[in-house]
């Protein structure tokens, strides 16, 4: 019993956040349980895989290496040019000598480029992020990361848009902020979609 046991349990009896204050034992009763395990467990840990779905993460893990050095490579190339457009405010990539990390990346990571995602505020704020997320065509406007393709998200309108301005600061998301996750397709072609989405 769940609700007799508040104490013990208080993730089945006490408001989730984020899943906008759900209480499980008030909506699901004595289905509390299961409906937590698939609303939170299952979402952060993917612990339920078909077999067909275990058959291609398999599969791709066999050219994983190979991807990853294009991932990497086309990440840099994207926070170089990044880095030297006038309608970026900054760029946060551990690869570019200004980072904080940059040196345990050159000394811990192959070819001191630690992976493909990163982040850049477009000068403008808030509505400028927006204006260039929503002029992207490459890019695809997911919020997950690792994918063969290159993603966007700007997270103050999409993630974290349920946040109140302050509550953004807070967690770290800035109004102009935009992350990347850069994929495998031809450079100059990601970079001319960055390109166009920023005029």
């Known amino acids: 019993d769940w609700v007799k046991q508040k104490q013990r349990f208080p993730q089945f009896s006490s408001p989730e956040p984020?899943?906008?204050g759900v209480v499980y034992t008030d909506a699901f009763g004595p289905a509390a349980f299961i409906a937590r395990v698939r609303t939170?467990?299952?979402r952060n840990t993917g612990a339920c895989l078909s077999?067909?779905?275990?058959?291609l993460l398999l599969q791709g893990l066999e050219t994983l290496p190979l991807r990853i050095e294009r991932h990497c490579e086309n990440a840099l190339k994207v926070a170089e040019y990044?880095?030297?457009?006038?309608?970026?405010?900054?760029?946060n990539f551990a690869a570019l000598p200004e980072h904080t990390n940059y040196e345990?990346?050159?000394?811990?990571?192959?070819?001191?480029?630690?992976?493909?995602?990163?982040?850049?505020?477009?000068?403008?704020?808030?509505d400028a992020g927006v204006a260039f997320y929503d002029k992207l065509k490459l890019f695809k406007r997911l919020v997950n990361i690792g994918d063969a393709k290159?993603?966007?998200?700007?997270p103050a309108s999409t993630t974290h848009r349920?946040?109140?301005?302050?509550?953004?600061?807070?967690?770290?998301?800035?109004?102009e902020a935009i992350r990347l996750c850069v994929g495998i397709e031809n450079a100059e072609d990601i970079i001319a979609?960055?390109?166009?989405a920023l005029v």
Request: proline share 6%.
């Open 18 to 20: 984020a899943y906008h």
């Open 40 to 42: 939170v467990a299952l």
């Open 51 to 55: 077999p067909f779905n275990a058959f």
């Open 82 to 91: 990044l880095q030297s457009h006038p309608s970026v405010d900054w760029v």
């Open 104 to 126: 345990r990346a050159k000394k811990y990571i192959k070819n001191g480029v630690p992976a493909s995602l990163l982040t850049f505020g477009v000068k403008g704020g808030y």
């Open 150 to 154: 290159s993603l966007a998200c700007h």
């Open 162 to 175: 349920q946040l109140s301005a302050e509550e953004q600061a807070a967690v770290g998301v800035k109004p």
């Open 193 to 196: 979609d960055i390109s166009q």
